[in-house]
């Protein structure tokens, strides 16, 4: 089954930084893609960013472009999703989860994931 732990959200104010973290164990992720996708109140969840385990391609939705960086560790199987510049509207619930590893694009937009999802990681964005 498909499991994963997301970390390393919290409080920041407009402008900082975190970096969140997502974790697989008991199984390898050089087999899939690796998305972040985030939920806020009201809202559908939505694509934010997603890479490939095993040719590293990676997409961004428009609202995250030149501030996010996703990147990956195949070694600790372990998918880091770096966010600068962070904004008030990028409050949510954070979640990782697996796709098909050869379209991140598809995976991202459609929300094409396998198995359930975790508890998430909150971040919130506020002075």
């Known amino acids: 089954q498909l499991q994963f732990v997301e970390s390393g959200g919290g409080l920041v104010q407009p402008g900082g930084s975190l970096r969140l973290s997502c974790a697989a164990s008991g199984f390898t992720l050089d087999y899939y893609a690796i998305g972040w996708f985030r939920q806020a109140p009201g809202k559908e969840r939505e694509g934010v960013s997603c890479i490939s385990m095993s040719d590293g391609s990676t997409y961004y939705a428009d609202s995250v472009k030149g501030r996010f960086t996703i990147s990956r560790d195949n070694a600790k199987n372990t998918v880091y999703l770096q966010m600068n510049s962070l904004k008030p509207e990028d409050q949510a619930v954070y979640y990782c989860?697996?796709?098909?590893?050869?379209?991140?694009?598809?995976?991202?937009?459609?929300?094409?994931?396998?198995?359930?999802w975790g508890q998430g990681t909150q971040v919130t964005v506020s002075s």
């Open positions: 989860a697996a796709g098909p590893r050869n379209d991140v694009q598809a995976m991202c937009v459609s929300k094409i994931t396998f198995g359930s």
